[in-house]
């Protein structure tokens, strides 16, 4: 029973983690109350309850998990630490640099306690002693970020201002250095097909550095991709929108997003934007005439989808683009020829294979229909919209099998 529970245990606790990097504070902290249901001593659920409600801001209750971790382990660094933190933001000062001082006492090469005590020490007043701890974390890590900052700030109160705009801007070239290489880590893990890894990686990136807006914008479409809501995924689009208005990356995937939850207007808005300061964006001109074609304006959507192709003609979702529209308004066969296009440029593309399935299907060609829809699924087993159509197709056979052997029947 004992292992049961404890199995338990960190299962919910893994399942708050998880929407902890997905920002779902409230859920995580639900997930970790499931968990101390069960093991009430865990100290490691405690501290990641406690860090998610200094997130929240709840610094009372996270002082309390931070207590009760402390009351079972009373040198864990990470809770000293963790408390200290949060009672700085309670401007009880002493009380924080209380639980620095426990912490180093255990472990004097505890940095993060060294840095959070020197910028304590320097609110205080006291600026030479937190010069002193600060350039002491320096020695031992001069690319230390959180401690350029803080000598930054004490070298300010200190009236000392060129110097301190000097480590500013040494601390803000190291967050955004360490910031990147994350994201980096997330990328890789994002072409592999590894979201929910990915995203801690994007997620730790932005705590570093919060306007990194290749971070920005790969949280904001890995949040889309695990299906959120516009609200909870364009934060993040809108956030490197507010550092960079021509952030082309985040216009496009707000339009798409805007576009494929039926906001078409919005979606052009978006698209128009990226025109606007370069005309010739192939997938901003494509995905309007996508847009314009669900509003029904059908000659304005085939005119950008063409203008798409003028610039790029063996560009193969601009291709794919122009299947969609024409098969969207029944010209099945000049969608087929377009189909065929994007084919000879990359025969293995599954969605142009499924959709010639689709096109044959519409022309009531259902033995070669077949035959593309059990291609695209040999490349792609699991590809939903093919199984469906493919299923589709195989009845229209079978219907027609049945009729050819009632109208034999019949002539006997």
Not at 4 to 14: D, E, I, P, Q
Not at 331 to 359: D, F, H, T, W
Request: proline letters at 2%.
């Amino acid at each position: 029973m004992i292992l049961k529970n404890s199995k338990n245990a960190w299962y919910f606790l893994n399942q708050g983690l998880t929407a902890v990097y997905y920002n779902e504070f409230k859920k995580a902290i639900s997930k970790f109350n499931k968990a101390i249901s069960l093991e009430p001593e865990n100290i490691v659920v405690q501290l990641h309850k406690g860090t998610t409600l200094y997130k929240m801001e709840d610094f009372q209750n996270a002082i309390v998990c931070f207590n009760k971790v402390l009351s079972i382990d009373p040198k864990n660094l990470d809770a000293l630490y963790n408390k200290g933190i949060t009672l700085e933001k309670i401007e009880k000062y002493e009380e924080a640099i209380s639980c620095f001082k426990k912490s180093l006492e255990i472990d004097s090469q505890y940095l993060e306690s060294q840095t959070s005590m020197g910028q304590v020490l320097s609110k205080l007043g006291r600026n030479k002693e937190a010069l002193k701890i600060t350039d002491q974390v320096l020695s031992k890590n001069p690319n230390n970020s959180a401690a350029l900052y803080n000598k930054s700030l004490i070298l300010g109160r200190l009236k000392k201002n060129s110097e301190g705009i000097l480590f500013l801007k040494k601390g803000i070239e190291e967050d955004s250095r360490q910031s990147n290489i994350l994201f980096e880590k997330g990328q890789k893990l994002t072409k592999k097909g590894k979201h929910e890894k990915a995203i801690k990686f994007y997620t730790k990136a932005l705590e570093i550095d919060n306007k990194n807006i290749k971070a920005l914008v790969a949280k904001g479409w890995t949040l889309d991709f695990a299906g959120f809501s516009n609200k909870d995924i364009f934060v993040f689009y809108d956030k490197a929108l507010e550092i960079d208005p021509k952030c082309t990356d985040a216009l496009i995937n707000k339009g798409l997003a805007l576009d494929r939850t039926g906001l078409y207007k919005k979606a052009i808005e978006c698209f128009d934007k990226i025109l606007e300061y370069e005309s010739n964006n192939v997938r901003a001109l494509y995905s309007k005439g996508i847009a314009l074609s669900s509003l029904k304006r059908f000659g304005a959507a085939r005119f950008y989808c063409e203008c798409a192709l003028e610039i790029e003609p063996r560009n193969i979702l601009a291709l794919c683009s122009m299947v969609w529209f024409l098969e969207h308004s029944k010209k099945y066969r000049e969608s087929l020829a377009y189909c065929e296009k994007a084919l000879k440029i990359n025969p293995n593309y599954v969605y142009a294979i499924s959709y010639k399935g689709k096109l044959l299907l519409s022309l009531k060609k259902y033995e070669e229909s077949l035959e593309w829809y059990n291609k695209a699924l040999t490349l792609e087993p699991d590809n939903q919209t093919a199984i469906y159509h493919k299923n589709k197709v195989q009845a229209e056979l079978d219907k027609m099998k049945k009729e050819s052997i009632f109208k034999k029947l019949t002539k006997l």
